[in-house]
């Protein structure tokens, strides 16, 4: 059984940086893609960044060069690293791995999900 566990969320004034960490255990084989979804209050989930097992990456519009994701496949986590915070992405942020061919953002085919942790920019 597939588990993921995030850490690294908190609370940060605009501008500043956080790194959220994805541990991963009990695979076997490397998912087809791995990533990072958000979901604000009142909101729907969004893709926020994916790497697939051939190493393409994607991210959404509003991140693009300001968020990084990579994966350490030695340590089997994966990595949100993100700078230039604004207090629009404040959020729950999951990771989430699926074996499934699925669009990278696309929640509903994601197989398995971390807990989240809370990311909170004030401005």
């Known amino acids: 059984q597939v588990q993921l566990v995030e850490s690294g969320g908190g609370s940060v004034q605009a501008g500043g940086s956080l790194r959220l960490s994805c541990a991963v255990f009990?695979?076997?084989?490397?998912?087809?893609?791995m990533g990072w979804f958000r979901q604000a209050l009142g909101k729907e989930r969004e893709g926020v960044a994916g790497?697939?097992?051939?190493?393409?990456?994607n991210y959404v519009d509003s991140v693009k060069g300001r968020f990084t994701i990579s994966k350490d496949n030695a340590k089997n986590t994966l990595y949100l690293q993100m700078n230039s915070l604004k207090p629009e992405d404040t959020a729950m942020y999951y990771c989430?791995?699926?074996?499934?061919?699925?669009?990278?953002?696309?929640?509903?085919?994601?197989?398995?999900w971390g807990q989240g942790t809370q990311v909170t920019v004030v401005s």
């Open positions: 989430a791995a699926t074996y499934q061919r699925t669009a990278w953002g696309d929640h509903y085919g994601y197989n398995y």
């Open positions: 009990g695979y076997t084989y490397s998912p087809y893609c």
């Open positions: 790497i697939n097992m051939n190493g393409g990456i």
